[in-house]
């Protein structure tokens, strides 16, 4: 009996044995784990998410763009001007003008550097050519003369600066660039209302130096204006009162309200325009260099001036010492035409 139950335990371990055998043994039909199929999630550094541009040039508008570059190179040329106004200036009132520009302009010039920076654009380090040809033009002149084109300069280019940042505010996308132009545009308007203000005292006083674009004028012994800057012409500054005054591009400036006169010469220097209102109730006045006004033709002309840059210009004043051919007609009981008015200041 014993030897039975030995038998069969040993039939059974017997046939156990391949079984557990054919257990042991790897599935050839499995291939091997690799090393990347282990950790399949794990994406090599090239193959990381895309990285978000930095916000620089690439990311700014073409207006952004040009404002950026034009402000910077009008601020570096602002500096300059102003420096050799403080050392080359005859009167007073430039010397304090050149310093107000410096200061000025160099507050403004370090934000838009950090602005700059923040936005990884590359400021330009110098002037472009019509800024230097400027700026030459200005080293080459001294006394009167140096004082009549810093002037008439600086009218030149804060009319320009102006309309540059209404734009800006108006049209560009960059808000950090609005607001900056929103913030610099009052001081710049200042600038322009001083400097329209200051004119006529060194407008016509500065001897004919031929100098583009910054033409002087004086008086004829009859009351005609002779413009630098053309062939002789006479042209009856005591007539302008009432006159429409036309841009370049034909469209109406305004009419003529009164003529700014050099208290000294008594030479006309600048017109003053009614804009908008109705029958002069209501009107923005504008103060327009006299230089610039062509009368040869049918119509009163207002060389390299259109109706959108006179848009931008801000309101003239009146101080206490401005002398104006309406003020001598009223004090001299003359009409507009202004004929027995006198020629200096009484």
Do not use: C, W
């Not at 329209?196 to 005292?201: D, G, H």
């Amino acid at each position: 009996m014993k030897r039975q139950l030995l038998l069969t335990a040993a039939t059974v371990v017997l046939l156990a044995t391949p079984a557990i055998g054919m257990a042991q043994q790897p599935n050839p039909t499995a291939p091997p784990a690799t090393p990347t199929q282990a950790a399949p999630s794990q994406a090599a550094p090239s193959q990381a998410a895309p990285s978000q541009a930095a916000p620089g040039q690439g990311q700014l508008s073409a207006q952004d763009r040009g404002f950026v570059e034009k402000a910077a190179i009008s601020d570096q040329f602002e500096i300059q001007a102003g420096k050799l106004a403080t050392e080359k200036g005859q009167k007073a009132e430039v010397k304090t003008l050149g310093r107000s520009m410096v200061t000025d302009h160099g507050k403004t010039a370090e934000t838009m550097k950090s602005l700059a920076k923040t936005k990884s654009v590359a400021l330009p380090t110098a002037l472009d050519a019509e800024h230097k040809q400027k700026l030459d033009r200005l080293s080459g002149l001294s006394g009167a003369a140096f004082d009549s084109a810093y002037v008439q300069g600086q009218l030149d280019a804060h009319r320009t600066a102006v309309a540059l940042f209404d734009t800006q505010i108006k049209e560009g996308q960059d808000n950090d660039l609005k607001q900056f132009a929103q913030k610099t545009l009052p001081t710049l308007q200042e600038h322009l209302h001083h400097v329209q203000t200051l004119l006529p005292s060194v407008a016509s006083t500065a001897p004919n130096e031929g100098t583009h674009g910054m033409q002087t004028s004086s008086v004829l012994p009859d009351g005609t204006l002779a413009n630098a800057a053309q062939a002789p012409q006479k042209v009856s500054f005591n007539n302008l009162i009432g006159t429409d005054i036309y841009g370049e591009n034909g469209n109406k400036l305004g009419d003529v309200s009164d003529v700014i006169l050099d208290p000294q010469s008594g030479a006309a220097t600048a017109v003053i325009l009614n804009r908008g209102g109705v029958l002069g109730i209501g009107a923005k006045q504008i103060a327009l260099d006299y230089a610039l006004l062509d009368t040869t033709g049918e119509r009163v002309v207002a060389r390299q001036l259109t109706d959108d840059q006179v848009k931008a210009m801000p309101e003239f004043r009146y101080e206490d010492t401005t002398v104006s051919l309406g003020e001598r007609s009223r004090k001299s009981g003359t009409d507009k035409s202004g004929a027995d008015a006198p020629r200096t200041q009484e």
